[in-house]
């Protein structure tokens, strides 16, 4: 047989399946997802501050080690360190919160903190990982674990947190932790004089 007559007939049924496997491999390869586009904020400011009003009276100051804003979704970020101080309707100073880092939305004027938050108010110390300011309804809150230490010692833990921007009236839930005396749930719970022995506290 000629060499060269079966070479041809080789190079006929190679050449098909070459070009099969190309093809059945470049459909194989991962389709790029298509990049988003990086938003970068509308203007930036460091180591000042941000005033939140309410129909003119000032309710919050912000004070931020670098602050990041966007106008379109109204969002103004705090990455490095924020601190806010709260007013009451008189001007007087109602508590100061500090985090790592915040947010402010402008449409609502809520506030919200994240990592190592700390509250004082002239009631309580309060920390947690993660608490919220509603403007509206002017309530702070948390959905996370929860500690704080009030003016008579009592240290108290629970796995949520709502109070009004003082930290007078608040609801804790599944609230436990050691105090100094004997407490009431009710609003009014610290109110009552103390017993002459700390004693453990447990929510039912």
């Given at each position: ?5 079966c070479?041809?007939?080789?190079a ?5 399946l ?11 390869e ?5 990049q988003q ?7 930036e400011g460091?180591?000042?501050k941000?005033?939140?009003t ?5 309710e ?5 080690g ?10 103004v970020?705090f ?5 806010v101080?709260?007013f009451?309707e008189h001007?007087f ?7 790592d880092r ?6 609502s004027?809520?506030i919200?903190a994240?990592?190592?938050v ?23 809150r948390?959905?996370v ?7 008579n010692g009592?240290t ?7 109070s ?5 009236n608040y609801h ?5 932790g050691?105090a ?5 749930l ?8 103390a ?10």
């Amino acid at each position: 047989m000629n060499p060269w007559l079966c070479i041809r007939r080789s190079a006929r049924l190679f050449l098909p399946l070459f070009l099969l496997m190309s093809i059945s491999c470049r459909r194989q390869e991962p389709v790029k997802a298509a990049q988003q586009p990086v938003k970068y904020p509308d203007q930036e400011g460091w180591n000042s501050k941000v005033t939140s009003t309410n129909n003119g009276r000032v309710e919050a100051i912000v004070h931020y080690g670098h602050m990041a804003r966007f106008n379109e979704s109204r969002l103004v970020l705090f990455d490095e360190g924020v601190r806010v101080e709260f007013f009451d309707e008189h001007g007087f100073p109602r508590s100061v919160l500090t985090a790592d880092r915040g947010e402010l939305r402008e449409a609502s004027n809520d506030i919200s903190a994240f990592g190592r938050v700390k509250v004082v108010s002239d009631t309580l110390t309060l920390w947690t990982e993660e608490l919220r300011y509603e403007q509206k309804t002017e309530r702070i809150r948390s959905d996370v674990e929860v500690q704080f230490v009030t003016l008579n010692g009592d240290t108290l833990f629970g796995s949520g947190f709502e109070s009004d921007s003082r930290l007078r009236n608040y609801h804790i839930r599944n609230l436990h932790g050691l105090a100094h005396r004997r407490v009431d749930l009710s609003l009014d719970r610290f109110q009552k004089p103390a017993s002459a022995d700390s004693q453990r506290v447990q929510q039912p």
